[in-house]
């Protein structure tokens, strides 16, 4: 079992910024790829980022390329999503998300084992 808790959520202005946080427990942390989706109220889940155990690879939605940035301590067992430049768009409940598939599967919610309980942002126009 991965135990996930994220932080960090809040209200900001348009063009403003955040820093997601979302700690692990339990099993090894870098044995896992790890992820962040969204879901926006009447919305499906959609992804959002994610980085490879290394934290060497990483992959974005095109809806975030250039504006957020996903990166990982393994010592500390964290990852983290720094979100720049946020648009009212981008209010949503953020998840992270632990997978023990392949890279190739990376942006599929499916094929993620462990979910943290979502952190709410909200981006004022």
């Known amino acids: 079992q991965v135990q996930l808790v994220e932080s960090g959520g809040g209200l900001v202005q348009t063009g403003g910024s955040l820093r997601l946080s979302c700690a692990a427990s339990?099993?090894?942390?870098?044995?896992?790829?790890m992820g962040w989706f969204r879901q926006a109220p009447g919305k499906e889940r959609e992804f959002v980022a994610a980085v490879s155990r290394s934290g060497g690879s990483t992959t974005y939605a095109d809806s975030v390329k250039g504006r957020f940035t996903i990166s990982r301590d393994n010592v500390k067992s964290t990852v983290y999503l720094q979100m720049n430049s946020l648009k009212p768009e981008d209010t949503a409940i953020y998840y992270c998300a632990a997978s023990s598939k392949t890279w190739a599967m990376v942006t599929s919610a499916r094929r993620y084992d462990y979910w943290g309980q979502g952190a709410q942002v909200t981006v004022s126009s």
């Open positions: 339990g099993r090894t942390f870098s044995n896992y790829r």
